[in-house]
């Protein structure tokens, strides 16, 4: 005979379902099949085999006369409702669904479940009109003003006022109050002032770019600024609403805008305490220059695209003395040069030196060319040789020993090494500068001159690079920067003058050196580059006259603060450490017109700089009374302070604007530092990771260089938001997730129906935020689902609780056991998903509620508590005891969910039947006046034994479960109230606890009741006269341990018309003929003129 085999469908769950599966346990069983008429017992049958779901092995289950046709089912299948759902229990579902009811002689009796909370959200009505009711009763306001714990303040990054709001915007924030809410819930006086960054390029740009050539040019800086201003505060009023639909809280009516005067005048202040310690100056340094942009940028202006190819060269230099060689060298080497590598030929003009590592060797090598077809073998489209190469002449070089055989195969020649010397040994070489004849040393570099590319020698331009520039300094070497700040040439540069560097100008460089033969190879070179993270187009390093921070002055500082601050994820603290550590000065001025001045003036004649504690406290003043347009508009007299007035005439304002990110950077003292409610340090900051370079450091260095200290206790970071294929989301890919049309839908409300904010924010409580998070509509649907069930989990709570008055509560002691391990449960959970809400972790207090909202309570309890709400009888015990439960599971559950789902939250608690009265005497009206829930230490006392009891049970139902899905299956019962479970086990100790709950006088604790069947009988053995008429059977191992043998057949005696349990007592009463004892009773009662009246 075949047996038929089969296995969940497990393969094809979705993510989030496959998550779900992985929450649930399953022990090994087997399930064997018997037909009616076999008399067999289980240690007799000779086909036996096993029935798999979620990660058990392959099933196979037969009969020992025919195969039946079977399906698969998951334990979620198994485990719920769905083919259990048969009278009271089904009408109870349809009273939820609305459904009408069909009139029953006793449908009055039955305590069907009533709610106005609807089972669909209808988000895009149901939350604004939230929203409005918090806003309208300022229930913000009125709960910190009532919470009288300690403050916490998150103290919040601006987001630029340059566009509308991105999923990234929308991670932050709702990220942001989720800990904000939760906060609220235990007590805290939270503080959560939103600001804005509205200075810097990108407004100018958008300013700019909404002009035409002719308004560009006619364009003053005050008409400039004022545009500015107006652009910012509108994307400020734009985002801000924004933010409200998400869902956040914060002093909306008080943000903090980096325009305001106030706030300019704070970091005015910052700038000027900086100066007076000695911090900032004025220096000509090569700095990041944007030629798109037409300024300095800082480090955390720039961003590093894949793909970048730059044309490199391999370049070499005419060497005319070697002072520690013997005069011979020369003439032994007629034609001996220095071998350099370069990424940047434009910078070739401003060359002034050639930089070698003391420690690594070089060698003197003839260059003997190959023959012609090897030569063009080596060239192809991305490398090309020089003219050099192809010259008959001698050609000693200099070049790192380590090196050789990787130049050899590059340059497709051969390279005999003739000499070996150190790098020290070459230290003041002189050369002929390519270009213009100039004669040039060998200098001693440092580490960043290695063998991994390049000849080992490094093309030093101080005007054009931090190291080099550093070299040059030890040296004396001049700093050439003939390159304007368009990115062109200058007449310094000879014949290159007017050429753009990055394009023609480059090109023309490297045809220069390979005419005068100074060219060896040019080959394409795909490496990181800087760019403008605004304009998205390359930059160069320029010297210039700039302002800086000097970071050194306070480094050791800074390391020391960040070792105080705790970090989040903890190798946050690496990260900035290093950023820290290594970072050379900050370039502080932007030569741009929108920004807030940097304080100075400067002498006519001598252009000397005059800034002073009393010219910046003047011009502080100023600004904070006028605003920052002061400087533009004001004179230079009116500027300075009345003891300078007289020498007004010699001085000039200076046009430099301050960097965008010390305006942000000083946030901390322009609103944590002023205003009466906030105070330093910050406890939280909570950004992106790119913020380690960015704001989180720019907010350290000015805090630290001022007041020595950090201005925040603790640092959160997040990732980047990617779509579901983990990809960057582009405009372009089509995959970018417009965070308003997650909540409000798109143009097809099929393709992208309103999710609402909450589901949203769902998503943001899903993700391990800590890196990288993906979001997509397959994604969003699933978070939906999810938020439905756990909406349809809090109906079924709200909607058992409509005739539920406090009065009712049954006292712990009194309650049934199954009542108290729910309790047991809950307790646990509630702690769980505190001490993660204190973690940060909230993907798991996500998890923990799928678990167990979703999945456990819908499984096990609520499925067993209908019976009792519906049929129990209305004001019995049984019903009582479970709806005090449900009550405590209803607070706890709405309130440990309110700070990610707050509108549901509100939802349920506006739809409470009853009012809900805090610790401290007041009734809650809105769910975060209600605070987090008290821990019950009762509840968690339940003993040891009681525990682990009912994980055998729950893991008994289970089993029980799928050998009546297989008797279902075999048509032996429909519905499992038309089963009998037999059971025996041979652990004395288990047939004790389970007989004990055969017998038990309190209904709910009832084995039937929990497995929801009609009868339970324990077997005393497994001889053939208890197992004879048993049709189905099978037997499992209860953890992993006790042996259980399970046995279904039909239930015994009649079914009642009320409750469709089936009982021998009905036909027993003559005035209810068709109901049991149970039903009888409740209806004797209900019926009764004394309840009648209550009722």
């Known amino acids: 005979m075949m047996l038929k085999s089969f296995t969940s469908n497990s393969s094809h769950l979705k993510p989030m379902e496959t998550t779900m599966s992985l929450f649930m346990h399953a022990s090994s069983y087997r399930v064997l099949m018997l037909s009616r008429n076999s008399c067999s017992s289980f240690r007799r049958t000779n086909s036996i085999g096993l029935f798999h779901s979620h990660g058990i092995s392959s099933a196979k289950v037969v009969s020992s006369s025919t195969i039946s046709n079977y399906c698969t089912h998951s334990r979620d299948d198994i485990s719920s409702s769905k083919r259990r759902s048969r009278g009271p229990v089904m009408a109870g579902k349809k009273a939820e669904e609305g459904v009408k009811q069909e009139d029953s002689k006793y449908k009055h009796t039955v305590d069907l479940p009533k709610t106005a909370f609807g089972m669909r959200a209808n988000s895009s009505v149901r939350e604004p009109e939230i929203q409005k009711m918090w806003e309208e009763n300022q229930v913000f306001k009125k709960v910190v003003d009532r919470n009288s714990g300690a403050n916490f303040i998150l103290h919040d990054g601006p987001p630029y006022a340059n566009g509308d709001?991105?999923?990234?915007?929308?991670?932050?924030?709702?990220?942001?109050?989720?800990?904000?809410?939760?906060?609220?819930?235990?007590?805290?006086?939270?503080?959560?002032?939103?600001?804005?960054?509205?200075?810097?390029?990108?407004?100018?740009?958008?300013?700019?770019?909404?002009?035409?050539?002719?308004?560009?040019?006619?364009?003053?800086?005050?008409?400039?600024?004022?545009?500015?201003?107006?652009?910012?505060k509108e994307t400020v009023k734009t985002q801000m609403s924004s933010f409200k639909r998400f869902g956040v809280w914060a002093d909306w009516n008080n943000a903090y805008l980096t325009l305001d005067p106030e706030y300019e005048a704070a970091q005015i202040e910052v700038f000027g305490q900086m100066a007076l310690k000695g911090y900032i100056y004025r220096g000509r340094k090569p700095v990041h220059w944007s030629p798109s942009s037409q300024t300095a940028l800082a480090e955390a202006e720039l961003e590093y695209p894949e793909g970048h190819v730059s044309r490199s060269i391999y370049a070499i230099f005419r060497v005319v003395s070697a002072p520690l060689m013997p005069s011979s060298l020369l003439q032994d080497f007629p034609n001996l040069c220095l071998a350099v590598w370069t990424t940047t030929p434009w910078t070739m003009p401003a060359n002034a030196a050639v930089a070698v590592n003391p420690k690594l060797e070089y060698d003197v090598v003839e260059v003997e060319s190959s023959n012609e077809h090897a030569s063009s073998a080596v060239e192809t489209r991305k490398k090309k040789l020089g003219m050099v190469l192809k010259n008959e002449k001698k050609l000693y070089l200099i070049v790192a020993s380590e090196l050789v055989p990787k130049l050899e195969a590059k340059w497709g020649v051969k390279l005999v090494v003739k000499r070996?010397?150190?790098?020290?040994?070459?230290?003041?070489?002189?050369?002929?500068?390519?270009?213009?004849?100039?004669?040039?040393?060998?200098?001693?570099?440092?580490?960043?001159?290695?063998?991994?590319?390049?000849?080992?020698?490094?093309?030093?331009?101080?005007?054009?690079?931090?190291?080099?520039?550093?070299?040059?300094?030890?040296?004396?070497?001049?700093?050439?920067?003939?390159?304007?700040?368009?990115?062109?040439?200058?007449?310094?540069?000879?014949?290159?003058?007017?050429?753009?560097?990055?394009?023609?100008?480059?090109?023309?460089?490297?045809?220069?050196?390979?005419?005068?033969?100074?060219?060896?190879?040019?080959?394409?070179?795909?490496?990181?580059?800087?760019?403008?993270?605004?304009?998205?187009?390359?930059?160069?390093?320029?010297?210039?006259?700039?302002?800086?921070?000097?970071?050194?002055?306070?480094?050791?500082?800074?390391?020391?603060?960040?070792?105080?601050?705790?970090?989040?994820?903890?190798?946050?603290?690496?990260?900035?450490?290093?950023?820290?550590?290594?970072?050379?000065?900050?370039?502080?001025?932007?030569?741009?017109?929108?920004?807030?001045?940097?304080?100075?003036?400067?002498?006519?004649?001598?252009?000397?700089?005059?800034?002073n504690e009393e010219t910046i406290g003047h011009i502080k003043s100023i600004i904070a009374e006028k605003g920052s347009d002061a400087w533009w508009y004001m004179t230079v007299e009116q500027l300075l302070p009345p003891k300078y007035h007289d020498k007004a005439a010699e001085y000039e304002k200076g046009t430099d604007t301050m960097d965008v990110w010390f305006d942000s950077g000083s946030s901390w003292a322009a609103v944590l530092g002023k205003r009466d409610s906030l105070s330093l340090p910050a406890d939280l900051y909570l950004e992106g990771s790119d913020q380690h370079r960015g704001w989180f450091q720019s907010s350290l260095l000015t805090s630290v260089a001022t007041r020595g200290k950090a201005p925040y206790s603790c640092v959160i970071t997040h990732g980047f938001a990617l779509?579901?294929?983990?990809?960057?989301?582009?405009?372009?890919?089509?995959?970018?997730?417009?965070?308003?049309?997650?909540?409000?839908g798109g143009k097809n409300q099929k393709e992208a129906p309103a999710y609402g904010a909450d589901v949203l924010r769902l998503w943001v409580s899903s993700v391990d935020y800590t890196g990288d998070v993906m979001i997509g509509p397959q994604i969003i649907r699933q978070m939906s689902e999810i938020y439905r069930k756990l909406r349809g989990t809090l109906r079924y709570l709200l909607a058992n609780l409509h005739d539920w008055k406090t009065d009712y509560t049954v006292a712990y002691h009194e309650l049934p056991r199954i009542d108290q391990h729910a309790l047991f449960q809950l307790e646990n959970v509630v702690k769980s998903i505190q001490g993660n809400y204190e973690s940060y972790q909230f993907f798991k207090i996500f998890q923990i509620i799928q678990r167990f909202v979703i999945v456990d309570l819908s499984n096990f309890y609520f499925d067993v508590a209908k019976d009792r709400l519906y049929v129990g009888g209305s004001i019995s015990y049984t019903r009582r005891s479970c709806q005090t439960v449900l009550a405590a599971h209803l607070l706890s559950i709405v309130r440990i969910i309110a700070p990610i789902l707050p509108h549901l939250a509100e939802d349920v608690w506006q739809n409470l039947p009853f009012q809900y009265k805090t610790e401290y005497g007041s009734f809650a009206e809105y769910v975060f006046e209600s605070r987090w829930p008290a821990l019950n230490e009762k509840w968690l006392t339940l003993p040891v034994e009681e525990i682990e009891f009912w994980e055998k049970i729950l893991e008994l139902r289970t089993e029980v479960n799928r050998v009546l899905e297989v008797a279902?299956?075999?048509?032996?019962?429909?519905?499992?109230?038309?089963?009998?479970?037999?059971?025996?086990?041979?652990?004395?100790?288990?047939?004790?606890?389970?007989?004990?709950?055969?017998?038990?006088?309190?209904?709910?604790?009832?084995?039937?009741?929990?497995?929801?069947?009609?009868?339970?009988?324990?077997?005393?053995?497994?001889?053939?006269?208890?197992?004879?008429?048993?049709?189905?059977?099978?037997?499992?191992?209860?953890?992993?341990?006790?042996?259980?043998?399970?046995?279904?057949?039909?239930?015994?005696?009649?079914?009642?018309?009320?409750?469709?349990?089936?009982?021998?007592?009905?036909?027993?009463?003559?005035?209810?003929?068709?109901?049991?004892?149970?039903?009888?009773?409740?209806?004797?009662?209900?019926?009764?003129?004394?309840?009648?009246?209550?009722?």
Not at 183 to 203: A, E, M, R, S, T
Request: glycine share 8%.
């Open 968 to 1095: 279902r299956t075999g048509k032996l019962v429909g519905a499992s109230l038309e089963a009998k479970v037999h059971i025996y086990t041979s652990d004395a100790t288990m047939a004790s606890q389970l007989s004990e709950l055969c017998t038990t006088k309190i209904d709910a604790d009832s084995l039937h009741r929990l497995f929801i069947t009609s009868q339970v009988e324990i077997l005393p053995s497994l001889e053939d006269e208890h197992t004879a008429k048993i049709p189905y059977s099978g037997e499992c191992l209860i953890q992993g341990k006790s042996k259980v043998w399970i046995g279904i057949s039909r239930a015994e005696g009649s079914k009642c018309e009320r409750c469709w349990h089936y009982s021998h007592q009905v036909g027993s009463f003559s005035d209810h003929p068709t109901l049991c004892s149970r039903c009888y009773d409740v209806v004797a009662v209900q019926m009764s003129p004394e309840v009648a009246a209550l009722s």
């Open 723 to 744: 779509d579901e294929k983990g990809l960057k989301m582009s405009k372009s890919l089509g995959n970018v997730v417009d965070p308003r049309t997650v909540i409000e």
């Open 420 to 611: 070996r010397q150190l790098g020290s040994d070459l230290e003041n070489y002189r050369y002929i500068h390519p270009i213009d004849n100039r004669e040039c040393p060998v200098v001693i570099g440092g580490d960043y001159i290695t063998t991994e590319t390049g000849t080992g020698l490094v093309h030093t331009a101080p005007g054009h690079g931090q190291e080099d520039y550093v070299t040059g300094q030890k040296y004396g070497l001049p700093i050439v920067s003939p390159v304007d700040e368009n990115g062109v040439f200058t007449e310094e540069s000879g014949q290159f003058k007017g050429l753009d560097v990055l394009g023609e100008g480059n090109s023309a460089v490297v045809k220069y050196l390979d005419e005068n033969l100074s060219l060896i190879m040019e080959e394409s070179y795909e490496h990181k580059y800087p760019y403008d993270w605004r304009t998205k187009k390359p930059t160069i390093f320029r010297a210039t006259e700039q302002w800086f921070a000097s970071v050194e002055g306070f480094r050791l500082s800074a390391m020391d603060a960040i070792g105080n601050v705790k970090w989040v994820p903890p190798q946050g603290e690496n990260r900035i450490s290093a950023m820290t550590s290594s970072r050379s000065d900050w370039c502080i001025s932007r030569q741009r017109t929108w920004g807030v001045p940097i304080p100075v003036f400067y002498h006519l004649q001598s252009r000397e700089p005059l800034m």
């Open 165 to 232: 709001l991105h999923i990234g915007h929308a991670l932050n924030k709702i990220l942001k109050d989720i800990i904000n809410r939760y906060k609220l819930l235990q007590n805290y006086k939270v503080h959560f002032v939103p600001g804005w960054d509205c200075h810097g390029l990108p407004i100018e740009l958008k300013v700019l770019q909404s002009l035409d050539q002719e308004a560009r040019n006619n364009l003053k800086p005050l008409k400039l600024r004022a545009k500015a201003a107006k652009f910012a």
